[in-house]
């Protein structure tokens, strides 16, 4: 019991902040993987290398983030039967959960390897970095398996409360990582695939070490490889809440891609300046983001315990609290915003281009926490679809007509103004999803 958190009795906001505070700092762990990758090959192997690396994250992203969104569903019926006592469910779940991230492991490596190339062209990589990131994602994909073992099992121990352990995990992880990258780009010369070999290598350890974890826990959380199969009922439950979760977050990496395509065409400078800063940024969502995955865990206990009042509640707080780590966390890097990207690059003019996208995303970045823990809430009382379609709807469908129609305006067709698409989109869906929630509620008291 010392790694569970009883969601559904006591004070809220003590046991939020006990559950996110750990999961910041793994997630700010796993932002260190990237940055050290982006600062090491930035420093030691040029700006061509890190703009290679550095435009393959949106589509990283979309590619990954469907599965991703199957481990929000895995971990969503895995804290539902928790707060409902079931605990034969519970562990027929966790089986369920370790034999559908092989599956999607394997996928997305066929997948990744087959089609790199292919999508990067789509995408208009600049030409003097299609082969450095062809081969970075080739690399990556390979070892994609890892990965989404570790997201998977990680995703059953929060939907517990149990978020300090991936953080030990991912401590470790990435100290193998920062030391791997060290050797290969430094030592070796391998460049980019250096960084690609040190990032599959550490997330092999972590995921190790998750279903390490997993074999020796308490009954209804115990992993049993006799026991491994796809529990079709259960399979139903996370597909449910998965499927839509992960189309959500497959349709933000896609406006997320379109204008990683509209920065590409204004050449490699530009390209690193933006993905040094997408970085940067990363620490801040990341602290929103977690009080986001708090909420999630927190409403789908309740829902399972059946305590609306006490969901409703919750989401009071969490918002309160994302928008003010936001502010806080936006202003203060946007204030140190230059020398924090003299620390990816020596290049002035990649350092000015950084500076454009910050100026324009910190200053707003807390309507996207707001958003996203209004998703969370939602999904957490097991309404996964609407929230993929006010998404849909109010952040891609925006983005996407804003890159067609004002962006083809001379005065916005800057490298900038790519960027204004994102405050609009957060501030537009964040209104769709508090309506949404509001009516669930009153469904819900009825």
């Known amino acids: 019991m010392k790694n569970q958190i009883d969601m559904t009795t006591g004070a809220i906001f003590p046991k939020l902040v006990r559950f996110a505070v750990p999961l910041i700092l793994s997630s700010i762990l796993q932002l260190l993987f990237n940055a050290a990758d982006i600062v090491v090959v930035g420093r030691y192997a040029g700006d061509n290398s890190l703009a290679a690396v550095g435009s393959t994250s949106s589509m990283v992203n979309l590619m990954v983030n469907f599965f991703i969104g199957l481990g929000v569903g895995c971990n969503v019926v895995a804290a539902n039967f928790l707060g409902a006592g079931k605990k034969a469910e519970l562990n027929r779940c966790v089986h369920t959960t370790m034999i559908l991230s092989l599956i999607g492991g394997v996928i997305l490596t066929l997948i990744g390897i087959t089609f790199s190339r292919q999508i990067l ?24 398996t890892a990965t989404i073992v570790y997201n998977f099992g990680a995703a059953l121990l929060r939907s517990k409360g149990d978020t300090k352990r991936p953080l030990y995990i991912l401590l470790v992880a990435g100290l193998i990582n920062v030391i791997l990258n060290l050797i290969f780009v ?53 597909v449910k809440i998965g499927v839509p979760a992960g189309f959500q977050s497959m349709l933000f990496s896609f406006s997320n891609m379109l204008i990683q395509s509209a920065v590409n065409s204004f ?54 609290v994302v928008t003010a780590v936001g502010l806080v966390l936006g202003m203060t890097v946007l204030f140190f915003g230059r020398e924090l990207l003299g620390i990816y690059s020596e290049n002035e003019a990649v350092v000015s281009a950084g500076m454009l996208r910050l100026t324009v995303i910190l200053a707003t970045y807390c309507t996207c926490g707001m958003m996203d823990s209004m998703a969370s809430a939602i999904r957490g009382v097991g309404h996964s679809v609407l929230p993929m379609i006010v ?16 962006f083809q305006i001379p005065r916005f067709h800057t490298f900038q103004g790519i960027f204004y698409s994102y405050p609009l989109s957060w501030i537009v869906t964040f209104a769709f999803l508090t309506a949404s929630f509001i009516w669930i509620m009153r469904k819900l008291d009825c």
């Open 121 to 144: 062209i789509l995408m208009a990589s600049p030409a003097d970095v299609l082969p450095l990131s062809t081969l970075y994602l080739k690399i990556f994909f390979g070892g994609i």
């Open 186 to 238: 430094i030592c070796f010369k391998m460049d980019v695939a250096g960084v690609a070999f040190a990032t599959v290598l550490s997330q092999v350890f972590a995921a190790f070490c998750v279903i390490w974890i997993l074999l020796h826990e308490e009954e209804e959380f115990r992993l049993d490889f006799k026991k491994m199969h796809l529990d079709l009922p259960i399979l139903m439950k996370i």
């Open 267 to 320: 050449g490699a400078v530009m390209v690193a300046g933006n993905s040094a800063a997408q970085s940067i940024e990363g620490f801040v969502y990341i602290s929103m983001n977690s009080f986001a995955q708090a909420t999630l865990t927190f409403a789908s206990q309740n829902m399972g315990a059946h305590k609306i009042d006490r969901i409703k509640r919750l989401v009071v707080i969490a918002e309160g």
């Open 391 to 406: 998404t849909l709807v109010g952040a891609c469908g925006l983005r996407i007509i804003y890159l067609l129609t004002f």
